[in-house]
C-alpha cells in the first residue's frame, strides 16, 4: 500500500502563493495518476486538481488557473503550486494516489490512501 507524506502548509496573506509537496513511497509512483484534495471542518473533501501518469493534468473550476499540479517521477514527489490564494482556499489539503480511467479520462482514488494532510490558511 502506497504511504504519502504531505508538506509546504502554512499561514499565508490573501493574494499570496505556497507550495505543497507529497513524497509517496511502496508503490510505482510513475505509473500512478495523482490526485490533491482539501476539505473544511463539515464538508467533504473536494478533489481539486490531478495528474496522470503521462502528465496529463486537470483541475475544479474553483481553483484553475491559480493552481498547478506537476510531478517528479524520480523523486516520487508530485506538487501543488498554490498562487493568488484567497481566503476560501483555507482548509487542510491531501495528496492521493490512484488511477485512470482513460475511457472517461477521469481520475479514479483510491480511497484508502491518504497522507496526513497538511493545513494551508489564508488569512490577513
Known amino acids: 500500500q502506497v504511504q504519502l507524506v504531505e508538506s509546504g502548509g502554512g499561514l499565508v496573506q490573501p493574494g499570496g502563493s505556497l507550495s505543497l509537496s507529497c513524497v509517496a513511497s511502496?508503490?510505482?509512483?510513475?505509473?500512478?495518476?495523482m490526485g490533491w484534495y482539501r476539505q473544511v471542518p463539515g464538508k467533504q473533501r473536494e478533489l481539486i486538481a490531478t495528474?496522470?501518469?503521462?502528465?496529463?493534468?486537470d483541475y475544479a473550476d474553483s481553483v484553475k488557473g491559480r493552481f498547478t499540479i506537476s510531478r517528479d517521477n524520480a523523486k516520487n514527489t508530485v506538487y501543488l503550486q498554490m498562487n493568488s490564494l484567497k481566503p476560501e482556499d483555507t482548509a487542510v489539503y491531501y495528496c492521493n494516489s490512484g488511477g485512470w480511467d482513460s475511457y472517461y479520462n477521469a481520475y479514479l482514488p483510491d480511497f484508502g490512501s491518504w497522507g496526513q494532510g497538511t493545513q494551508v490558511t489564508v488569512s490577513s
Open positions: 511502496g508503490s510505482i509512483f510513475s505509473t500512478n495518476a
Open positions: 495528474i496522470n501518469s503521462g502528465g496529463s493534468v
